[in-house]
């Protein structure tokens, strides 16, 4: 998620073929002759050398894909990375720009996503709204930009935000349903969002925290010109209310650890396999080593959804000695090549530090609907796709 945002106040597939396809570096830190030789054995190990943080894939449908999200050397906007195999990714530069004279952001531009509707690109996106009558620290709101090309211009499709809900709000995730109908998927962020629950209660008699807030996952009908939103947002997603709830225990690990008075659910990710409507979703801050993800199902696009038991599915993998934290902030890519769903998703490790980069690893939906994600790895694996170079 957005490292300096939010740090200064708590102490802030997926390929598409089109969204419809849901359905069934500029780092010095990596040696490329290391990923030329992991190409030439056709297998690749994590992480890849791209320094993003919530990673998204578009496939263009002519055998390139695009990598976007939330630094990866762009300055007040957003940057991309090309790759034919999904593993080797070359930096194309720049390809949206904020904070300027004519547009409505300012700052804090995280989690873009692309993807392409006839011959247009369009990019959903969060940034900080200018237009801020009351100074709030977290002003957030999402946008959309347009472009012919996968690597911009973007140029905004109009100069405010998408909506306004009357809160903050930030991951920005968009479906096409089967009846061609367009969904909003978004988080409220946690600022000035205190929630009433047994955790908060159980941090409160602690003496650790007086309040916990939290951020939730709504979903809204989208115009198909992507204009606005129709109706009113439905909430989809909160964290767990009593200690029991089977996912309680790891979506309070923030608070539980003592890291900072919040719960996050964000950064949500949907699709449909088989009818049912998967949405993954990431929670815990997003700063720290427990960010993981889980999900939940529903049998329409705006719920209601019901969590998995078998929740988190992808999280830190040092207890069991391996060296990866912070596993986050999910996209899926569906390959048509070697039939596989991959995840792709930033975390860290003892070398990269703080810094985010990217992880992919399979994942399975098994025959009893549970959704499974081999990962995170750092070993070497056989290379996503079956067209991959020699």
């Known amino acids: 998620m957005k490292l300096k945002f939010i740090l200064a106040q708590c102490l802030v597939c997926i390929t598409m073929l089109s969204c419809a396809d849901r359905k069934t570096t500029k780092s010095s830190k990596y040696d490329s002759t290391d990923q030329d030789k992991i190409s030439s054995e056709k297998t690749y190990s994590n992480p890849l050398s791209v320094e993003f943080g919530d990673p998204f894939i578009l496939n263009d449908d002519n055998g390139n894909y695009y990598m976007y999200g939330t630094g990866g050397g762009a300055k007040d906007g957003f940057a991309t990375y090309m790759s034919t195999d999904l593993i080797n990714w070359e930096f194309m530069g720049q390809v949206y720009t904020g904070n300027t004279n004519d547009s409505w952001s300012i700052s ?8 392409k509707f006839g011959s247009k690109y369009y990019m959903f996106f ?27 211009p973007f140029e905004d499709l109009k100069d405010e935000p998408l909506f306004d809900p009357g809160y903050p709000i930030i991951d920005a995730n968009v479906f096409q349903d089967d009846s061609g109908e367009f969904y909003l998927y978004y988080s409220r962020v946690c600022y000035k969002h205190p929630v009433e629950s047994e955790i908060s209660k159980w941090a409160r008699e602690k003496g650790w925290f007086d309040e916990i807030e939290e951020s939730w996952v709504y979903g809204i009908k989208l115009k198909s010109d992507f204009s606005g939103v129709i109706g009113d947002p439905v909430l989809l997603l909160r964290p767990p209310l009593t200690l029991e709830d089977k996912n309680a225990e790891w979506e309070s690990r923030s608070v539980t650890s003592k890291e900072v008075n919040r719960r996050w659910t964000e950064g949500s990710f949907t699709f449909i396999h088989q009818n049912t409507y998967y949405m993954m979703y990431s929670a815990n801050y997003f700063g720290g080593e427990n960010y993981a993800v889980g999900y939940a199902t529903a049998s329409s696009p705006l719920g209601p959804y019901t969590k998995a038991d078998n929740n988190p599915v992808l999280e830190k993998n040092t207890g069991s000695g391996g060296e990866v934290t912070g596993t986050g902030h999910n996209s899926l890519v569906f390959s048509s090549q070697d039939n596989k769903i991959y995840c792709v998703y930033h975390g860290r490790t003892k070398a990269t530090g703080d810094q985010r980069v990217v992880f992919i690893d399979e994942m399975k939906i098994l025959g009893n609907g549970k959704l499974v994600v081999h990962g995170p790895s750092t070993t070497p694996k056989p290379m996503p796709l079956a067209n991959s170079p020699e």
């Open 108 to 115: 804090a531009f995280w989690a873009p996503e692309v993807y």
């Open 126 to 152: 969060s940034a900080q709204w200018k237009h801020n009558p009351n100074n709030e620290l977290e002003n957030f709101k999402i946008g959309v930009a347009v472009a012919d090309s996968p690597t911009g």
